[in-house]
DNA sequence: TACTGGATTCACT
DNA sequence: GTGAATCCAGTAA
């Protein structure tokens, strides 16, 4: 199993979000399929919409982990793309493979299901904190390549915009798999 | 220095 | 379906 290079990163944020579905991401004995991302880039709901030095590194680089605190008790955890403009891809929910008992005890629960089926249970399951912010992918936190999943199989939707009135951000998820977040 | 609100989740009704 | 938990980045003063 090969860590994605910092190369396959270079493309928007729209282009990898579903190319990213299938892959394995891996921290420590923990790793999952990755089942459902999001896509941001310099819309009005993204971080990157207005850069302040928490988003710079939307801007400034790509294939490293942009991973940010919210509602004063969450981590959610990003992938950042675009060699030459601005993006990242949230990663928003991950099928387990390995690591189930640590996963279960993080997240204090035994459903597996509600493991990692959402961007902040994802984080918990697999103990991402905001000291891998700024880390490049292999370090510490690793996504590995996987065949691609057929277009037919992936599923898009957007949220129509509660800022803007625009349409944002770009939901990937791989259908009829149980452990997309709803 | 003070205030506001959020790329969420969970318990409860 | 609704509301609480909880803290930090961003903004305004």
Partial sequence: MKALPRSWFTRSALKLAPKLLGKIVRRGSCAGIIVETEAYGTDPASHAFKITPRSAIMRDTYGHWYIYFTYGMHWC?????????????????????????????????QNVRNLCSGPAKFCEAFGITGALNGSPNGNGLTIYDAPEIAKSDIGISSRVGIKNGTNFPWRFYIKNNSFVSR
Wanted: glycine letters at 12%; aromatic letters at 0%; proline letters at 3%.
């Fill in 77 to 109: 955890a990003n992938i950042t793309t675009d060699k030459n403009g601005i993006g990242a891809v949230l990663i928003r929910a991950v099928e387990p493979l390995a690591g189930l008992g640590t996963m279960k005890h993080r997240r204090k629960t």
